[in-house]
């Protein structure tokens, strides 16, 4: 599957390239496995980025450059941050993804009645009618 994110690295899009994304990533596991019958909308409200490997201090707080405040990293030999993986999160509220989703289950529903009522209207009057797409 492919994963396109903006700077932040919020999803924009699985599999079909949008027009405007900052990086692609190629991952193994499907659809399904890394997201589950989550909607479009739902998906787009999480982040898949790089992480990185911190420096703590001795009290185990975070290690910050003393100047700019940012977060310290373990190095590789080459001067690289040491990447140990890639984290998938929500960055939206659970509970307004919980909202999208659930609104989008029910248009879902409203979709197949339809969809069964024009199949049944069009067996009834004879006339072959191309039942709309989910």
Known sequence: MKIYVNEQYE???LDVEPENYSLLFEVERTRVEMFGDLCVSCIQGYKYEPQYE??????GSNARDEKTGELLYKLEESGDKNFIGYACYPFIDYKMLTLIQNQYEE????????NA???YL????????EVGHE
């Open 11 to 13: 999803i924009i899009a």
């Open 54 to 59: 911190m420096l703590f201090n001795k009290d």
């Open 117 to 119: 009522q024009i199949a």
């Open 122 to 129: 069009s067996m009834m009057s004879g006339i072959e009618v």
């Open 107 to 114: 248009s879902q529903k409203q979709v197949q009645a339809l």
